[in-house]
T-cell receptor, first 112, second 116 residues
Framework: GQQVMQIPQYQHVQEGEDFTTYCNSS?????IQWYKQRPGGHPVFLIQ?????EVKKQKRLTFQFGEAKKNSSLHITATQTTDVGTYFC????????????FGPGTSLSVIP | DGGITQSPKYLFRKEGQNVTLSCEQN?????MYWYRQDPGQGLRLIYY???????QKGDIAEGYSVSREKKESFPLTVTSAQKNPTAFYLC???????????????FGAGSRLTVL
């Protein structure tokens, strides 16, 4: 079946360093979503990308959707301690649009 | 405020007992979901429902059951057949089908189930 993978699984950075997580799907996605889960919390929607090659920015966060619509990335510039958490990418399954499949997530730790 | 309410927040259960987790939403969303999250793991889909009186199995439906009698409610029963039920259970909803924006998920705060 369709799989969504993310790398790295864990990332520890010094505060102020940049961070990037990569998401890859085994099939073409109609859209890709990114969520953030703080420790002890629940996932919160960050953004959705729909178009091939799309790039969106939210302050220090930059999201990119690949040209083939099978991969995506999230880049955080100059990390802060508030960025700590797990970042998930997710997308609808090819055969059932309402079935949303999540990647395993990248856990980010920021050392002050 | 619109949102998703899950209860209970914490639940302890003895082996062999069924337990039902509640999920209620007032977002007027058509689709609802149940995910399971294990420590350090991602979200795995248990069941989802696109419309009242209809639901579909996700990737790990064995040992679970659901119902969708009302648009606002999507309870999950963890049965005694579920071999490793200790986990964090997340309910979510989305606005329905469509290409752009429709299947963005809003999550509840979760229910943490521990089997003793």
């Amino acid at each position: 079946g369709q799989q969504v993978m993310q790398i790295p699984q864990y990332q520890h950075v010094q505060e102020g360093e940049d961070f990037t997580t990569y998401c890859n799907s085994s099939t073409t996605l109609s859209n890709i979503q990114w969520y953030k889960q703080r420790p002890g919390g629940h996932p919160v929607f960050l953004i959705q990308l729909v178009k091939s090659g799309e790039v969106k920015k939210q302050k220090r966060l930059t999201f990119q959707f690949g040209e083939a619509k099978k991969n995506s990335s999230l880049h955080i510039t100059a990390t802060q301690t508030t960025d700590v958490g797990t970042y998930f990418c997710a997308g609808p399954e090819r055969t059932s649009y309402d079935k949303v499949i999540f990647g395993p997530g990248t856990s980010l730790s920021v050392i002050p | 405020d619109g949102g998703i309410t899950q209860s209970p927040k914490y639940l302890f259960r003895k082996e062999g007992q069924n337990v039902t987790l509640s999920c209620e939403q007032n977002l007027n969303h058509d689709a609802m979901y149940w995910y399971r999250q294990d420590p350090g793991q991602g979200l795995r889909l248990i069941y989802y429902s696109q419309i009242v009186n209809d639901f579909q199995k996700g990737d790990i439906a064995e040992g679970y059951s659901v119902s969708r009698e009302k648009k606002e409610s999507f309870p999950l029963t963890v049965t005694s057949a579920q071999k490793n039920p200790t986990a964090f259970y997340l309910c979510a909803s989305s606005g329905g089908t469509g290409i752009s924006g429709a299947n963005v998920l809003t999550f509840g705060a979760g229910s943490r189930l521990t089997v003793l």
